[in-house]
């Protein structure tokens, strides 16, 4: 806690003084560009990996990086997910799992999360990753494993996230796109899936044109 408390100190006294006027701005309102949906861990923070100023990112973080499908959960997921498309505007989501996750550990390792009761069953939300991983991934062990959950999760929270009806209505009139992301913490890198060759890569690699096209597509959308 003193940490803290000197940190809103310094903040206060160095940061928020040289860069008043910009955060005067900010009171008036925000506009984000970008809902970015991750996990709660500690060590994974979006504004810091992206490098993103004060606004321009709405973040909604939670343990596991989980998306409900709609109607599936009475928390603040669907609530921010609608704020940030219907009434902020987005213009991208990102779902972004990392390396290491102890959320995704403990969804394939229900008999150790007999203590956490709340915990085992927000995990429920994971079931569909639990089940492909368990019948499609059975010839997988150790660290083989955990990499491929943690990609078919985000995945899985894509597929999920297009079942909320203001996300579905913004992706059928091309106003949306979705992005399925995995950072890794060994790396300080990002992997980036494509649905145009399904699988994922590094956008440290890639030029920047090469990484913007890194996208999953959209739903199906009804011809005109």
Not at 216 to 224: F, H, K, Q, S, T
Request: proline share 4%; aromatic share 6%; hydrophobic share 40%.
């Amino acid at each position: 806690m003193n940490s803290l408390l000197s940190g809103i100190h310094q903040f206060h006294a160095q940061v928020f003084e040289r860069e008043k006027d910009f955060y005067t701005q900010l009171v008036a309102g925000q506009s984000p560009s970008t809902l970015f949906i991750g996990c709660s861990d500690s060590r994974v923070d979006p504004t810091i990996i992206t490098q993103s100023d004060l606004g321009e990112l709405f973040v909604l973080r939670n343990a596991g990086n989980i998306v409900p499908p709609h109607g599936a959960s009475n928390g603040g997921e669907p609530a921010a997910i609608e704020c940030a498309v219907s009434a902020l505007g987005v213009k991208d989501i990102v779902i972004c799992g990392h390396s290491g996750c102890g959320a995704l550990q403990a969804m394939m390792n229900p008999e150790k999360m007999s203590r956490l009761p709340l915990v085992k069953s927000w995990l429920n939300h994971a079931e569909a990753t639990r089940r492909i991983l368990e019948e499609n991934y059975a010839h997988l062990s150790g660290s083989d494993l955990i990499d491929v959950a943690i990609r078919e999760h985000v995945l899985m929270q894509i597929e999920n996230l297009q079942t909320h009806p203001a996300v579905a209505v913004k992706l059928q009139r091309g106003e949306l796109t979705l992005h399925a992301w995995i950072y890794l913490m060994e790396a300080g890198d990002i992997l980036a899936y494509s649905t145009e060759d399904g699988g994922f890569a590094s956008l440290t690699d890639l030029s920047l044109k090469e990484a913007t096209k890194r996208t999953v597509a959209n739903v199906r959308r009804i011809p005109a």
